[in-house]
């Protein structure tokens, strides 16, 4: 497949088969977000792999405590709150793996070239038919200071980008795109 047949065909997956995933496919989506492109070559990235079920789990409910307790701070996130409210749904949509990728805050534009790691991440998870979805109703409660000493995460780290992972269930069909707005083009 070209690259930008993977770029097209990727999906977020919200839905998992029970099988766990190799070590050796976790290693390789490290690798991919590895060698994403970061300002003056700094690589502000560190990763968290969770693929405990019951350290998921909690952490699925204490992000929906958190994100309810504080809805006022993230007024976007209120057509949610019905959703969030539910005891059985699971931010993590049931998937086996959650990587969060972190950014070093150590110069210019750490978030952005983290950022850039994800897609790398997420791109190379469809080539090698896993699914995978950031979650931004885990970020807040990942950067927590609590949080992140029980992860051994250096308070000079922000979450910027918590995605799962595992084999999908369903892969949500391709959706159409917007004609791009060019402002200037010669």
């Known amino acids: 497949m070209s690259i930008l047949e993977i770029i097209k065909s990727r999906r977020s997956v919200r839905k998992f088969k029970d099988i766990t995933v190799e070590?050796?496919?976790i290693d390789r989506?490290?690798?991919?977000?590895?060698?994403?492109?970061?300002?003056?070559?700094?690589?502000?990235?560190?990763?968290?792999v969770i693929q405990d079920k019951a350290v998921l789990q909690s952490i699925s409910d204490n992000s929906k405590k958190l994100l309810l307790e504080n809805m006022t701070n993230f007024p976007a996130l209120?057509?949610?709150?019905?959703?969030?409210?539910?005891?059985?749904?699971?931010?993590?949509?049931?998937?086996?793996?959650l990587i969060t990728i972190y950014a070093k805050d150590n110069g210019l534009y750490s978030k952005e070239d983290t950022a850039l790691a994800a897609q790398n991440l997420m791109l190379e998870a469809h080539s090698i038919d896993l699914g995978t979805c950031w979650i931004g109703f885990a970020r807040e409660y990942m950067d927590l200071e609590e949080t992140k000493n029980k992860f051994k995460v250096s308070s000079e780290y922000s979450a910027v980008a918590p995605i799962i992972v595992g084999y999908p269930?369903?892969?949500?069909?391709?959706?159409?795109?917007?004609?791009?707005?060019?402002?200037?083009?010669?």
Request: charged share 25%.
């Open 23 to 25: 070590s050796e496919k």
């Open 29 to 48: 989506l490290i690798e991919a977000a590895m060698w994403a492109p970061s300002a003056m070559n700094s690589q502000p990235w560190a990763f968290v």
């Open 78 to 97: 209120e057509k949610y709150r019905g959703v969030l409210e539910k005891n059985d749904f699971n931010i993590f949509y049931n998937a086996p793996i």
């Open 169 to 186: 269930e369903i892969v949500p069909s391709q959706s159409i795109r917007n004609k791009p707005i060019i402002f200037y083009r010669r």
